[in-house]
């Protein structure tokens, strides 16, 4: 069963200038920005009651989402409903013949579960499915919690800073193109990640 919306991610060029629609106009309160290297990425959550708009930047040129962001511009990335049982529910929708990117949840820290459904199915949209595990909005709290004290300890405060917080974040090895011209064996890695994520996965979150 689908119990509601969890995210809606929107992929854009730049956190900091969508934060002055999605902040300063709109009012969406802005909750916390992280980077996701694994796949990556930086993410600004936008929480509204129990669902949140993800910002998501690509700050590696090879993933997915940067490429997405070069052929179709900013724009809607993906829908994520939670469900409440990811294996009844995949085998519902294969059943029903929907195209499934996986058919097997990828299974992500502390158990929680994540499966794409191909747009083709979905009348063009992306859509995530996502099954929390019980400790998941503990564990958030506490990642959330750790990256302010890291955030204050370098003396950025997570607004006013973000910017000099991206431009660190590119600068440091495995994401911008300088590091990838000296760092060969990292360019290695990122490749296999890439292939993996064509392979199926396009998770963000
Ligand atoms: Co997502």
Not at 82 to 94: C, K, S
Not at 175 to 190: D, L, W
Request: aromatic share 4%.
């Amino acid at each position: 069963m689908i119990r509601h919306i969890n995210h809606i991610a929107i992929v854009v060029p730049d956190v900091e200038e969508a934060l002055s629609f999605y902040q300063d106009a709109l009012g969406l309160k802005l909750s916390h920005v992280e980077p996701n290297e694994e796949q990556g990425v930086v993410v600004a959550f936008l929480p509204t009651g129990k669902s949140e708009v993800e910002l998501v930047e690509p700050v590696d040129t090879h993933t997915g989402v940067a490429r997405f962001l070069n052929k179709r511009g900013p724009g809607l990335h993906h829908i994520c409903f939670e469900v409440d049982d990811m294996q009844a529910t995949l085998a519902r929708l294969d059943a029903k013949g929907v195209e499934l990117i996986n058919r097997e949840p990828i299974i992500g820290t502390g158990g929680k579960k994540t499966a794409f459904i191909h747009p083709r199915s979905a009348c063009g949209v992306l859509i995530e499915l996502y099954e929390v595990t019980p400790e998941e909005p503990e564990r958030r709290r506490e990642r959330v919690a750790n990256w302010r004290r890291r955030l204050r300890v370098r003396r950025r405060v997570a607004i006013a800073g973000i910017r000099a917080f991206l431009r660190a974040l590119r600068q440091k090895g495995g994401v911008t193109s300088e590091a990838q011209a000296v760092q060969p064996q990292a360019e290695a890695r990122r490749r296999a990640r890439q292939d993996h994520r064509d392979r199926g996965s396009h998770n963000l979150s």
